[in-house]
């Protein structure tokens, strides 16, 4: 898929990304990613791209024209059609599911706003939808903006290996995921669960399976919905 940034540090999206897996999507050509700086767009010598706010308070809000001449730039380099999403505190919160939805558009296009926000008129005329990464304020987009590129990323078709793509599978079910352990079997902090020993695959699955669900209940109850017990986490229980 491909990624266009729109924002005044998209260099800082790019080093975001260009470590790991998401690194590597980019080196096996699943992910295209590319950054454009609205203050190119800006005219004179000066190169503002925000402004005080009409009706008085503290801050600056990001002019219209800038961002929407970097937005349509980004739009014509490629002629696939492109989902805005801007990035914000006032925007839904952002989730597995909707990163899942993302990942699967050809195209998005990552608008970060700077400064107390972006003119209304831009986000009304431009924007396809509004994300938050979380209840809590950051001086800039593009911090979320590398969170949805490292998210989607790691979704695309051959973007992880055998193992990484296990441990997505747990977290997909909607739980937490359970304890890991390594070498060696004693060690002054403890030692490893016995049953992880046993090489019974079966048991194995259960006690990994009744942990994920003992720290969801403990740590994120809110994700214990209806979808996230099924008939074999009943059978797990009743065990
Ligand atoms: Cl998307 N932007 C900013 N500036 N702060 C945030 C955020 C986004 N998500 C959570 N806090």
């Known amino acids: 898929m491909r990624v266009d940034v729109v924002s005044l540090f998209p260099e800082f999206v790019a080093q975001c990304a260009a470590f790991g897996v998401v ?9 295209s990613l590319h950054g454009w700086n609205p203050r190119d767009y800006a005219p004179g010598n000066y190169r503002r791209v925000d402004d ?4 008085g308070g503290p801050g600056m809000v990001m002019l219209i024209d800038p961002l929407h001449d970097a937005i349509e730039a980004a739009r ?10 801007y990035l914000t505190p006032q ?3 952002l989730t597995q599911a909707k990163v899942r939805e993302l990942a699967a558009h050809p ?13 209304e008129r831009l986000i009304e005329a431009e924007v396809d939808e509004e994300l938050s990464i979380g209840d809590y304020v ?3 987009g593009e911090l979320a903006a590398a969170v949805v590129v490292d998210a989607v990323a790691r979704l695309q078709e051959g973007a992880l290996n055998d193992a990484e793509s296990a441990a997505q599978d747990s977290f997909e079910h909607g739980l937490l995921d359970c304890p890991h352990y390594t070498r060696p079997v004693e060690h002054p902090l403890g030692h490893v669960p016995e049953v992880l020993l046993s090489g019974n695959h ?3 699955a259960r006690w990994r399976r009744m942990e994920s669900l003992g720290r969801t209940w403990l740590r994120r109850p809110d994700l214990l919905d209806e979808q996230a017990l099924g008939k ?3 059978a797990l229980l009743d065990a």
């Open 76 to 85: 014509a380099a490629d002629p696939r059609e492109a989902k805005v999403v």
């Open 52 to 55: 005080r706010p009409f009706g």
């Open 107 to 119: 195209r998005l296009i990552l608008l970060c706003g700077r400064y107390e926000g972006v003119d």
């Open 91 to 93: 925007g839904a919160r």
């Open 232 to 234: 074999a986490d009943r």
């Open 202 to 204: 079966a048991e194995i």
């Open 23 to 31: 690194g590597r999507a980019q080196e096996r050509g699943l992910l």
């Open 138 to 140: 950051l001086s800039g």
